[in-house]
């Protein structure tokens, strides 16, 4: 018995040994065979959340691995210009607003506050550059090379770059994973150049605060952006061509969110096209606007115009059509479930491949896409991958909205809890929103949670976690809590599900 377990277990090891020779080296010890054929096992193309992320899993994994970034920082639009200095100018504004509004009603006298706006700038860049260094420092800690400049795939197994530095340099790689992200999309008629008409990332640089700004889109990005200026004293006007902002929010929710950002003095004209802008003879800005749905033609006065209508997949001059990697109508890469392209050893994972163009997805498809190609079970779930508008009050959800769970004609019930029955909520005098739960009527089974309150964007994890496992409503309803806490609410929604809550 002991002779033949013996055998069984030297030819497993065997097995092993060939199955890991055979995906390229997913050891140290077979890199210098994988070598023969090309100088790296993973090769990516963008140092943005996804790449960044899938070149330190590679490395994890065993693979040598080399990630090429033409930015010359690390991170992506998320942590440079987008997700990261987005959120520290919301904290800094929301700490001003504060100062300005709340303070007195808490015992707090302050006088005069004042901005200073070089300040709050220079705190948002230091949050930035700490946190780019950051990166690099885990790059050397995982050995994983690091090339600045732009890449074109030449080959299925080769990246030529031109380096920032001067110059180019070919790197050659068994497995080529497209992260190159996302990028502004224009509107025709509208010219960006940064200063009066910004995007996002001029939006996050501006001089001054404007006295007068439009936000050409309601979504994530303009909602963002306009609370900031909009606490700092501008007059903010969102102008949004559909018939709502934030579609993909649930109903009920969005017009709670709505109403909540009408109170801090932001204006909505929805159903509204805007035509083009165009410099005026004061200096600023005059827009040209007309109804979605046909109306007469309008104009609205500007200093700055932040255009926010959304974000394309960014693939420009990496070479995919030579190459023969197939992208839809919209430009996104088609992959399968394994983020295969078209062309063998290829792959692409975030903002470039269908799916939410948020940055905790990229991370996701890589780790999950480094882990298929060392042969592992890598694995995306997109119907638990959250939302969050960093607004105040935040909003945050996963899962089904109510609309949707009618039009799949789903039995279902519906659980809801507002924040001024929350004793934490009550106690900090931050009490505006509801926690909202959809459960199927037959099995309890959570099918979405849409919270709009205090740190909205921390506690759906709970029920981020809850639908990953397959939860119910009374699964949560009866896990303790602390108290006090605002996760109460959560808790609450979740009794008020299935059964009835205790606190409303």
């Not at 790059?139 to 994983?144: G, P, S």
């Amino acid at each position: 018995m002991a002779a033949r377990s013996s055998t069984r277990k030297a030819v497993q090891q065997v097995t092993q040994r060939l199955y890991l020779y055979r995906v390229g080296g997913a050891q140290r010890g077979y890199a210098a065979a994988a070598a023969a054929e090309a100088d790296q096992d993973v090769v990516v193309v963008g140092g943005g959340p996804g790449g960044y992320v899938a070149a330190i899993k590679a490395a994890q994994l065993g693979f040598k691995t080399t990630c090429i970034e033409s930015r010359g920082s690390l991170g992506g639009t998320c942590l440079n210009v987008g997700c990261i200095p987005s959120k520290a100018l919301l904290q800094s504004s929301h700490m001003y607003h504060d100062a300005q509004h709340n303070f007195k009603s808490h015992g707090v006298n302050v006088g005069s506050v004042s901005i200073d706006l070089p300040a709050m700038m220079q705190q948002k860049d230091k949050a930035v550059t700490g946190l780019t260094k950051g990166i690099e420092g885990l790059f050397k800690k995982n050995k994983v090379t690091y090339v600045k400049g732009y890449g074109k795939i030449t080959s299925p197994n080769e990246v030529t770059v031109e380096l920032l530095d001067g110059g180019s340099q070919t790197v050659k790689g068994k497995n080529i994973i497209i992260a190159t992200g996302s990028a502004v999309k224009g509107l025709p008629g509208i010219t960006i150049d940064e200063q009066k008409v910004v995007s996002s990332t001029g939006a996050l640089a501006l001089k001054e605060v404007p006295e007068k700004l439009v936000v050409i889109g309601g979504g994530y990005i303009g909602l963002e952006m306009g609370s900031v200026w909009g606490r700092l004293g501008s007059q903010v006007t969102v102008v949004e061509f559909g018939d709502a902002i934030v579609p993909s929010m649930d109903a009920e929710v969005r017009k709670s969110f709505q109403r909540s950002l009408e109170k801090q003095k932001m204006k909505f004209k929805l159903k509204t096209k805007v035509v083009k802008v165009e410099e005026n003879a004061n200096g600023g800005l005059t827009l040209h606007l007309e109804a979605a749905e046909g109306g007469s033609p309008s104009t609205l006065e500007a200093n700055v115009v932040l255009v926010a209508a959304g974000r394309t997949p960014f693939t420009k001059g990496l070479g995919l059509e030579e190459l023969g990697v197939k992208v839809d109508k919209f430009g996104r890469v088609e992959v399968d479930h394994s983020f295969k392209t078209s062309v063998p050893g290829v792959f692409a994972i975030g903002d470039v491949i269908p799916g939410p163009m948020l940055a905790h997805k990229a991370e996701e498809d890589g780790v999950a896409c480094v882990e298929l190609i060392a042969g592992k079970a890598g694995h995306v779930n997109y119907d638990t991958v959250p939302g969050v508008v960093y607004t105040h009050p935040e909003v945050a959800s996963v899962g089904k909205t109510e609309e949707q769970v009618k039009a799949a004609n789903i039995q279902y019930r519906v659980g809801k809890f507002p924040f001024m029955a929350n004793s934490r909520a009550r106690s900090i005098d931050d009490a505006e929103g509801m926690v909202k739960i959809i459960a199927d009527k037959e099995t309890d089974k959570i099918l979405g949670v849409h919270i709009m309150g205090p740190s909205a964007g921390e506690l759906i994890h709970e029920a981020v976690l809850a639908m990953e496992y397959g939860a119910s409503s009374e699964d949560i309803a009866r896990v303790c809590h602390g108290h006090p806490t605002l996760s109460e609410a959560v808790k609450e929604a979740a009794m008020a599900t299935y059964d009835k809550p205790i606190h409303f």
